[in-house]
Each structure stands twice: as structure tokens, then as C-alpha cells.
Nanobody, 122 residues
Framework: QVQLVESGGGLVQAGGSLRLSCAAS????????MGWFRQAPGKEREFVAG????????NYADSVKGRFTISRDNAKNTVYLQMNSLKPEDTAVYYC???????????????WGQGTQVTVSS
């Protein structure tokens, strides 16, 4: 069982930066792949970024590639999403998720956090 708690969301102007954190409980955090997803009002939840259990392998949605960076610290049971050059279209609730492997499919992740709001003003 893994419990996930996101933090770091907020209001930022276009072009600004935010770093999201996702703290996990449980001693098995390092065995899970982790993903970040987001959901804007009226839209489906979409994959943003994923990272393997060791941190070596990462994957990004085309819409955030070059602007967002996912990383993890297994000693701290935490995964991060550094978001730079933010755009108004990045506005959404951001969720972290844990699963057996990196995938863009939300249904493949077993555990989810409650989400943190990111709002980018123009």
C-alpha cells in the first residue's frame, strides 16, 4: 500500500516556474514507477511525465518536453516535477501516481494522490 500526497501547486504568471512534490508513505516506494498526470476542467486526465523506479528512465508528453523535468529521491520517498516556462494551457489539477511500470495510461497506475492545483495566468 502506498499513500501519495502532492504539494507545491499555486498561482504563477506565464513564463514562471513551479516545483511540485509528491511524498509517498511505505517502504516500497523505490520499487514503483511514478507518474504525473493533470486534468483541466472539462478535459480527460492526461499523462505529463513518468520515471522508472531507479530514476534512470523518464518519459514526457510532447506538450511539456523541454519545459518539465521529473525526478525522484528514493531516500526521501519523494518524486518531483519541475515546471519551467509555464503556459496558461498548463493550468490543471496535477496528480502523482504509482504503478508497476511507466505508462501513459492512467488506468495502469495503482495509487493516486489527491491532486494539487496549478494555475498559470496570462
Amino acid at each position: 500500500q502506498v499513500q501519495l500526497v502532492e504539494s507545491g501547486g499555486g498561482l504563477v504568471q506565464a513564463g514562471g516556474s513551479l516545483r511540485l512534490s509528491c511524498a509517498a508513505s511505505g517502504r516500497t516506494f523505490s520499487s514503483y514507477a511514478m507518474g504525473w498526470f493533470r486534468q483541466a476542467p472539462g478535459k480527460e486526465r492526461e499523462f505529463v511525465a513518468g520515471i522508472g523506479w531507479s530514476g534512470t528512465y523518464t518519459n514526457y508528453a510532447d506538450s511539456v518536453k523541454g519545459r518539465f523535468t521529473i525526478s525522484r529521491d528514493n531516500a526521501k520517498n519523494t518524486v518531483y516535477l519541475q515546471m519551467n516556462s509555464l503556459k496558461p494551457e498548463d493550468t490543471a489539477v496535477y496528480y502523482c501516481a504509482a504503478g508497476a511500470y511507466i505508462t501513459t495510461q492512467a488506468s495502469s497506475y495503482n495509487y493516486w494522490g489527491q491532486g494539487t492545483q496549478v494555475t498559470v495566468s496570462s
